[in-house]
């Protein structure tokens, strides 16, 4: 996929605030309204852009422990249907398919360290095939950014 000028200034613009009204951008490019949705029509297409979406702060709900996962598997063939599982817990918000030591690597988002004790001994280390967990809890989150164009 190749992008141009105009197109690396539109992501940009809406990677920053995805609210930016596609107007602004045309003002700021010199191009019409028109154009700019044909161009981001374009990127869609060419699956460059993946979606546009609302981020909420999970810690004005309430989760204020962070923890990624690494689940150990008995079997690698137990990989799908011990993500079908992982994905009727609401809690587990990425899932990773990994090389290494684990099978899986999750990041869950919790209310607190007790709430992530009971979902780990009660949710995921009871799925069949998980044979044991290691669990780091993030004390921080420095960088939080998409790559840049």
């Given at each position: 996929?190749?992008?141009?000028?105009?197109?690396?200034?539109?992501?940009?613009r809406?990677?920053?605030?995805?609210?930016?009204?596609?107007?602004?951008?045309?003002?700021?490019?010199?191009?019409?309204?028109?154009?700019?949705?044909?161009?981001?029509?374009?990127?869609?297409?060419?699956?460059?852009?993946?979606?546009?979406?609302?981020?909420?702060?999970?810690?004005?709900?309430?989760?204020?422990?962070?923890?990624?996962?690494?689940?150990?598997?008995?079997?690698?063939?137990?990989y799908?249907?011990a993500?079908?599982?992982?994905?009727?817990?609401?809690?587990?918000?990425?899932?990773?398919?990994?090389?290494?030591?684990?099978?899986?690597?999750?990041?869950?988002?919790?209310?607190?360290?007790?709430?992530?004790?009971?979902?780990?001994?009660?949710?995921?280390?009871?799925?069949?095939?998980?044979?044991?967990?290691e669990?780091?809890?993030?004390?921080?989150?420095?960088?939080?950014?998409?790559?840049?164009?």
């Open positions: 996929m190749k992008i141009d000028g105009i197109d690396k200034i539109i992501i940009k809406l990677v920053k605030d995805a609210r930016t009204p596609v107007l602004s951008i045309a003002r700021e490019v010199g191009i019409s309204g028109a154009a700019i949705h044909q161009r981001l029509r374009k990127l869609e297409k060419s699956e460059l852009i993946d979606g546009y979406r609302m981020i909420i702060n999970p810690k004005s709900l309430g989760y204020t422990t962070t923890a990624f996962v690494g689940v150990f598997l008995d079997s690698s063939s137990l799908s249907s993500i079908k599982r992982l994905k009727d817990i609401p809690e587990v918000v990425e899932s990773h398919y990994t090389t290494g030591n684990y099978a899986v690597f999750i990041k869950i988002l919790c209310k607190n360290n007790e709430d992530l004790m009971h979902l780990l001994n009660k949710d995921i280390q009871s799925i069949k095939g998980v044979s044991r967990t669990t780091f809890i993030s004390l921080d989150q420095q960088i939080d950014r998409q790559i840049t164009i």
